[in-house]
């Protein structure tokens, strides 16, 4: 069956810098867009990042332009997303998704805090 671990989450200080990564199994991971979304509490999830199935072309939400990357390695089945100069409002749990598929993970938490 499909899988999607995601991992990496933890709390950090603002401006500081971490590195999620999600193992996608059960399908052709090498075949599949995917995409990062967080969702903070009380909030809405909202859309991240989305890589295309080859890593050639990223697109991000306005609000991590510039400071997270999406990044893919196909041979490994995994994705990442560096995220760098964290806000507080970054603080979120994390969810890795293909865009062909329905299926969600458990998510990693990320909290901004001094």
């Known amino acids: 069956q499909v899988q999607l671990v995601e991992s990496g989450g933890g709390l950090v200080q603002p401006g500081g810098s971490l590195r999620l990564t999600c193992v996608g199994s059960?399908?052709?991971?090498?075949?599949?867009?995917m995409s990062w979304y967080r969702q903070a509490p009380g909030k809405e999830r909202e859309w991240v990042a989305t890589?295309?199935?080859?890593?050639?072309?990223?697109n991000y939400a306005d609000s991590v332009q510039g400071r997270f990357t999406i990044s893919r390695v196909n041979a490994k089945n995994t994705l990442y997303l560096q995220m760098n100069s964290l806000k507080p409002e970054d603080t979120a749990v994390y969810y890795c998704?293909?865009?062909?598929?329905?299926?969600w993970g458990q998510g990693t938490q990320v909290t901004v805090s001094s």
């Open positions: 059960g399908f052709t991971f090498s075949k599949h867009p």
């Open positions: 890589i295309n199935s080859d890593g050639g072309s990223t």
């Open positions: 998704k293909s865009l062909r598929l329905s299926n």
